[in-house]
């Protein structure tokens, strides 16, 4: 399998929300990092799967399984993280 990189901006879910975390973290979704930014809420995911539509189709089900929305899908370019570790 496959690591693959991408980032869900989440709707439904208060950002300020106590406990925001735990949501996640403490329900099995260990693979994505939690920022907000703007007052919207994002998940960055290092998903491995066979695929990249299985890693994007199991991470909206866990997200959507935790009360919360798919705004949109966003890609990691891997020319640009090449280009960030180029010397």
């Known amino acids: 399998m496959t690591v693959y990189r991408f980032t869900i901006q989440v ?3 208060d950002p300020d929300q106590e406990g925001l975390e735990d949501r996640f973290y403490g329900n099995g979704v260990d693979d994505a990092l939690i ?3 703007s007052g919207r809420l994002f998940l960055a995911f290092d998903r491995e799967a066979w695929n990249e539509e299985a890693a994007i189709r199991s991470a909206t089900r866990d997200i959507i399984d935790r009360g919360g929305g798919v705004e949109r ?9 090449n280009q960030a570790h180029s010397p």
């Open 11 to 13: 709707s439904g879910i």
């Open 73 to 81: 899908v966003i890609l990691d370019d891997p020319r640009t993280e």
């Open 35 to 37: 920022y907000v930014s």
